[in-house]
């Protein structure tokens, strides 16, 4: 099992996030804008759901990282704090997946 979480993707997220985008890819992508950083964060979801479907597990495990990566990349160009993120799944998880959803009106 490694000790490496999510917390410790979104510090290097954050880091690169402030270099040149000559020499960060992260960079590269928030400079683009925030509807390049949100097309790449669908394309990456899109190829981890083909690669669910067809039940290939070294596909989803890759695809699943680009995800997770593209969606702190995001969450970065936005402002948006990890920690917020995990905040809301801790206030969400207070009750049934169910439950919560019938609070929403789901």
Same mark, same amino acid.
């Given at each position: 099992?490694? #000790?490496?979480?999510?917390? !410790?993707? +979104?510090?290097? =997220? @954050? /880091?690169? %996030?402030?270099?040149?985008?000559?020499?960060?890819?992260?960079?590269?992508?928030?400079?683009?804008?925030?509807?390049?950083?949100?097309?790449?964060?669908?394309?990456?979801?899109?190829?981890?759901?083909? #690669?669910?479907?067809?039940? !290939?597990? +070294?596909?989803? =495990? @890759? /695809?699943? %990282?680009?995800?997770?990566?593209?969606?702190?990349?995001?969450?970065?160009?936005?402002?948006?704090?990890?920690?917020?993120?995990?905040?809301?799944?801790?206030?969400?998880?207070?009750?049934?997946?169910? #439950?919560?959803?019938?609070?929403?009106?789901?």
């Amino acid at each position: 099992m490694t #000790a490496f979480t999510l917390a !410790d993707l +979104a510090r290097i =997220v @954050a /880091e690169r %996030a402030a270099a040149s985008p000559q020499k960060s890819y992260t960079a590269k992508l928030i400079a683009d804008g925030p509807a390049r950083t949100a097309k790449k964060l669908g394309e990456e979801a899109v190829e981890a759901v083909i #690669a669910a479907v067809q039940g !290939d597990r +070294a596909a989803l =495990v @890759a /695809e699943a %990282a680009d995800v997770l990566y593209h969606l702190l990349v995001v969450l970065q160009a936005g402002g948006v704090p990890l920690q917020d993120v995990m905040a809301e799944l801790e206030r969400r998880t207070a009750q049934s997946g169910l #439950a919560e959803r019938a609070a929403r009106g789901g």
